[in-house]
C-alpha cells in the first residue's frame, strides 16, 4: 500500500470518527437539554370567570368548615358549605353559583368538619363528644364511631377542622387534626393528627401521628401553631408546619422524609414575646405582620402539590390605612409528585384569602369570606386554569 493510499483511508478514517463524535455530543447535548428542562416549567394562572354565590343566610360571617364535592355519577361539582345558623350542610353548583340543595343534621348541636363519600354516606365530626355521625342523603344517621377513649389517655386532646387541616376518611381510615389541652410548650410535643382505623364497621385502632419538627421545641414561641396536611394517592400524609421551611412525610405514625420546599419570599420567622401572649392587640398585630407558610394541597387533577406562603407586610398600607389579617400578599408554591420545587406564583395583597380549593376545572380562590349586597350575601370566587408550558 502506497503513502498515498495510507494518507486517504487516515482521512477517511478521521471523517468517520468526527461524524461519530459529532452524533455523540448532539445526543449527549439533547439528553442534556431535556434533563433540565423537562421539570423547569413556567407556570401561570389564567382566569376562566367569577363565581358568586348567594348564601342562604343573612350572617356576617363565614366558618372555615367548606369544601368542593364532585359527583361522579352526574359529572357536577359543588361548594359544600357547613350553614351553623340553619345547621345544614348546603351545596351549591360551581357551574351557576346557584344553591343546589341541603342536608340537615338534627343529631348533633353543631358541625365540626365533615367529609362528603358519596350523597348517601357524609360523615360529620362533633368535636363535642369526640363522634363521627355516618349520615344518608335524608340526614338520616346510619352509624355512629365513638372515639373518646383515644382522646382523654393520659393527656386530653380536643379536634377540629379546617380548609388546611381537613376531616378526611380515606381507605377505611379517619384523619383527624388534633392539639393537646396543655399551655403552648407542652403543646408542641404532642402530635397533631389522629388516625383512626375502621374494620368492619367498628374502630380497630387508633394512631397519633404528625409532631412539631425541632425548631418549634428549642424554647421559642413564633405565634403560630396550626400546621397543614394533605393526603398523596398511596396514602402518605404531607405535612406543612407555619414556621418551617421543610415540609414532613409521615406514613402512618412514622415520620419518613423532611424535605427543603422553601419560598422565595420567606426568610427569617420572628419570635413571639411570650410576656405578650395574653394580650390580644399584640398577638392580632402579631399575625398581621408576620411571615408563614400556610395549606399544603395535592391536585388529583394535575398530579401536582401546592404550598401556601403568607408573605410579610406592615401594619399600615402605602395610604396609612391599617392592614388586617389576609391582607398580605402571598404565593403558591408548585411542586411535582416527588416533591421538587417547580415554580412559586405570586398573588398580590388584598385580592384573594391565602387558601384554595382545587376543583376538576381549576384552582379556585375566594375574594373573600362574604360580601354583602342589600340583604344579600354572597361568597365571590375566581376560578382559574393553571398553565404551565416546557
Request: aromatic share 16%; glycine share 4%.
Amino acid at each position: 500500500m502506497t503513502q498515498i493510499h495510507r494518507q486517504i483511508i487516515l482521512n477517511i478514517i478521521k471523517k468517520m470518527c468526527y461524524r461519530i463524535i459529532k452524533h455523540i455530543i448532539a445526543i449527549v447535548s439533547a439528553l442534556f437539554l431535556f434533563s433540565c428542562t423537562k421539570d423547569a416549567k413556567e407556570f401561570s394562572l389564567r382566569l376562566i370567570n367569577d363565581i358568586n354565590i348567594r348564601a342562604r343566610d343573612s350572617t356576617d360571617w363565614v366558618q372555615f368548615y367548606c369544601n368542593i364535592y364532585y359527583d361522579n355519577k352526574t359529572n357536577k361539582e359543588y361548594f359544600v358549605w357547613n350553614n351553623d345558623l340553619l345547621k345544614t350542610l348546603d351545596f351549591y353548583s360551581l357551574d351557576d353559583g346557584m344553591f343546589a340543595f341541603s342536608y340537615r343534621i338534627n343529631i348533633f348541636q353543631r358541625i365540626d368538619g365533615f367529609f362528603i363519600n358519596n350523597f348517601d354516606s357524609i360523615f360529620i365530626l362533633n368535636k363535642k363528644n369526640n363522634e363521627i355521625g355516618l349520615f344518608n342523603r335524608m340526614g338520616k344517621l346510619t352509624r355512629m364511631f365513638n372515639f373518646n377513649s383515644f382522646m382523654s389517655n393520659k393527656v386530653a386532646y380536643s379536634c377540629w377542622s379546617t380548609i388546611e387541616a381537613p376531616f378526611i376518611f380515606r381507605l377505611n381510615k379517619f384523619y383527624i387534626n388534633i392539639g393537646a389541652n396543655l399551655e403552648v410548650e407542652k403543646f408542641l410535643k404532642h402530635p397533631k393528627l389522629l388516625i383512626i382505623n375502621i374494620e368492619n364497621n367498628e374502630i380497630k385502632s387508633c394512631n397519633k401521628s404528625v409532631f412539631f419538627p425541632i425548631n418549634y421545641l428549642q424554647n421559642i414561641d413564633y405565634g403560630f401553631y396550626s400546621p397543614s396536611y394533605a393526603l398523596s394517592p398511596n396514602g402518605l400524609i404531607i405535612c406543612s408546619f407555619e414556621v418551617c421551611h421543610f415540609i414532613c412525610i409521615y406514613k402512618n405514625d412514622k415520620l419518613i422524609k423532611t424535605l427543603a420546599v422553601k419560598s422565595k419570599y420567606l426568610n427569617k420567622f420572628e419570635e413571639s414575646d411570650k410576656s405578650q401572649s395574653s394580650n390580644l392587640n399584640y398577638n392580632i398585630q402579631f399575625q398581621i405582620k408576620n411571615p408563614r407558610y400556610g395549606g399544603i394541597y395535592y391536585d388529583r387533577y394535575n398530579n401536582l402539590y401546592y404550598r401556601i406562603a403568607n408573605h410579610k407586610q406592615n401594619l399600615k398600607d402605602e395610604n396609612n390605612l391599617p392592614n388586617d389579617v389576609g391582607d398580605n400578599p402571598w404565593s403558591i408554591i408548585i411542586m411535582n409528585d416527588n416533591f421538587k420545587l417547580l415554580n412559586e406564583l405570586f398573588i398580590p395583597k388584598q385580592k384573594y384569602y391565602s387558601y384554595i380549593f382545587i376543583t376538576k376545572k381549576g384552582i379556585l380562590l375566594l375574594k373573600n369570606r362574604k360580601t354583602h349586597q342589600g340583604n344579600r350575601y354572597y361568597f365571590c370566587f375566581s376560578l382559574f386554569k393553571l398553565k404551565h408550558e416546557i
